[in-house]
C-alpha cells in the first residue's frame, strides 16, 4: 500500500495532532500505539486528539481500523503497566512515610482509601480507564496496593479498549472533522478536573477547621 499522508487542516503542522500524524504515517497501527503509550505516561499529551486522529487515519486507508484498535489499546497497556511499576517500586512504606509528612492530613485517612480501593480497586481499575485524567492516574494505586498483575493488566485492556473504540471509530465515522472529538471530550476533562479540585478544597478547608481550636470553640458558641 502507498504511504498516505494525513490532511490536518485545522491543526498546526508542530501540533500534537501533526506529531502524532507523523508517527501513524511512519509507522502505521505501532505509531498510534506508541503515541496512546506516551499519552498515559505524560497526561498532557491529549488520548482525545490521538485517538480520533487515528480513526480518521483509518478512514484514508493509512491504517486498518483493526489495526488501530489494536495498537492503541496494546499502548494503552503498556503505558498503565510502566505506571503501575512505579507505584509497585515505590511501595506502601515509602507511601506511608510520605504522607506523614503531610500537612491536613492523617494515617486513618491512607488507611481508609487502601481499604476502598481493596474492596473496589476492580472497578476503579475497569472504569477509570474510561475517565479523563484518571486514565493515567489510577495505574499507580494498583501498584501500590499490589493488584495481582494479570488482573490489572486484564482490566485495563478491556476499560481501554472500550475507551479507544469509541473515539478511534468517532474519528472514523467523523472523518475531516475528527478534531470536534476533543472539543467535547476537553471539556469533559475540564469538568472532571474542576470536580477533583473542588473536593481537594472542601477537604482542605474541613482538616483545617478541625484542627483549628478557635474555629471549633466560635461553632460551639
Known amino acids: 500500500m502507498d504511504p498516505v499522508t494525513l490532511a490536518l487542516p485545522q491543526e498546526p503542522a508542530g501540533g500534537v495532532a501533526g506529531w502524532a500524524a507523523d508517527l501513524v504515517d511512519a509507522m502505521g497501527g505501532p505509531g498510534a500505539g506508541l503515541a496512546i503509550a506516551l499519552e498515559n505516561l505524560f497526561p498532557p499529551l491529549p488520548s482525545e486528539v490521538i485517538l480520533p486522529l487515528t480513526g480518521f487515519a483509518a478512514g484514508q486507508g493509512a491504517v486498518s481500523l483493526a489495526s488501530a484498535l489494536f495498537w492503541t489499546t496494546l499502548g494503552s497497556v503498556a503505558g498503565a503497566d510502566a505506571l503501575y511499576w512505579i507505584g509497585m517500586l515505590f511501595g506502601r512504606e515509602r507511601m506511608h512515610a ?16 487502601e481499604a476502598w480501593f481493596a474492596r473496589h480497586g476492580t472497578k476503579a481499575v475497569l472504569l477509570g480507564r474510561m475517565v479523563p485524567i484518571f486514565r493515567s492516574l489510577i495505574s499507580v494505586p494498583a501498584g501500590l496496593e499490589r493488584m495481582p498483575l494479570p488482573v490489572f493488566l486484564g482490566l485495563t485492556a478491556l476499560g481501554s479498549l472500550a475507551w479507544n473504540s469509541v473515539l478511534v471509530l468517532a474519528g472514523y465515522w467523523l472523518g475531516d472533522q475528527w478534531d470536534t472529538v476533543g472539543t467535547y471530550v476537553g471539556l469533559l476533562s475540564k469538568v472532571v478536573l474542576l470536580l477533583v479540585l473542588t473536593a481537594i478544597a472542601l477537604y482542605v478547608v474541613v482538616r483545617f477547621r478541625s484542627r483549628n481550636p478557635r474555629a471549633q470553640h466560635r ?3
Open 98 to 113: 510520605l504522607w506523614a509528612r503531610l500537612p491536613l492530613v492523617r494515617a486513618s485517612d491512607l488507611e481508609r482509601t
Open 219 to 221: 461553632r460551639v458558641s
